[in-house]
């Protein structure tokens, strides 16, 4: 079981930027197409990113423009940058591959943005 760590997380307000990080193993890095995934209170978890192991990205709508997914191949990262942040990107941010696989949830990054 290899489990993703996320970081970064933090409380902003509404407008406001934030950068995610996640860490994986190269084993799965390299291979994979990583995500990004959110769940707020009371609801599903949900994609909101992902980007192939070549460089293509895809978005949920509701943050297209907004935010944006990258990876350093060196440091085996993928990131999430999030601007113009509003109340409702309120939510527990995770990474793991696409489609997700059980034994790499981690904990989770809280993103919490006030009105």
């Known amino acids: 079981q290899v489990q993703l760590v996320e970081s970064g997380g933090g409380l902003v307000q509404a407008g406001g930027s934030l950068r995610l990080s996640c860490i994986a193993p190269?084993?799965?890095?390299?291979?994979?197409?990583m995500a990004w995934y959110r769940q707020a209170p009371g609801k599903q978890r949900e994609l909101v990113a992902s980007?192939?192991?070549?460089?293509?990205?895809t978005y949920a709508d509701s943050v297209k423009g907004r935010f944006t997914i990258s990876r350093d191949n060196v440091r085996i990262t993928v990131y999430l940058q999030m601007t113009s942040l509003k109340p409702e990107d309120t939510a527990i941010y995770y990474c793991?591959?696409?489609?997700?696989?059980?034994?790499?949830w981690g904990r989770g990054t809280q993103v919490t943005v006030s009105s």
């Open positions: 980007i192939t192991s070549s460089g293509t990205t």
């Open positions: 190269r084993t799965i890095f390299n291979i994979r197409t």
């Open positions: 793991n591959v696409q489609p997700p696989r059980m034994e790499h």
